[in-house]
């Protein structure tokens, strides 16, 4: 990671997460199946737009600032979502670097699938180890993980193709 903290990258960020805190808590009670893809949305558009640590500190404060609002009940889940934002971010960039741009999709889905298979395994074995888990968080926790992601990627694609060039980060 060569990304230059900035003035830039600071404000970027910073509207980036606004952004997907809009999304969170704005659209709060309209759930997982609309509010996941845009939250997802925005970690990939922060990589395209600012660099990869632009991205994980959107996923990192997303999970938390959403449990201080009430979205993600349990504290015990924090940190795996933080860290499942993390590996989506993380791994769409290794893979997008190593691919040319026409499979680029291919590294979204493969961070899609890092991403759910972590929460759906960290949440269904790791964290009931600590706190009981309501079946219904558990499921949430699960395939609905894979679907949000790869609907927020792939809108990103689609979005950041219809953006200049020299708009898109390359660090």
Do not use: C, H, W
């Not at 600071?10 to 509010?35: C, E, H, R, S, W």
């Not at 960290?122 to 706190?131: E, H």
Request: without cysteine.
């Amino acid at each position: 990671m060569r990304d230059k903290i900035t003035t830039e990258f600071i404000a970027k960020t910073a509207m980036l997460l606004a952004i997907a805190l809009v999304f969170q808590i704005g659209l709060k009670g309209i759930g997982q199946p609309l509010v996941g893809p845009l939250v997802n949305f925005v970690l990939i558009m922060s990589v395209y737009l600012v660099g990869t640590l632009s991205g994980l500190i959107v996923g990192f404060l997303t999970p938390l600032i959403a449990f201080f609002f009430g979205i993600t009940p349990f504290l015990p889940i924090v940190p795996f979502i933080m860290i499942g934002n993390g590996l989506y971010v993380l791994f769409f960039k290794f893979f997008k670097d190593r691919l040319n741009s026409s499979k680029e999709i291919i590294s979204i889905i493969i961070s899609s699938i890092i991403k759910y298979l972590f929460l759906a395994i960290s949440v269904r074995y790791i964290v009931v180890l600590f706190v009981q888990i309501p079946p219904k968080v558990v499921a949430a926790f699960s395939i609905p993980q894979l679907y949000t992601a790869l609907i927020g990627g792939i809108l990103a694609f689609i979005v950041k193709t219809f953006l200049p060039e020299d708009m898109i980060s390359n660090p």
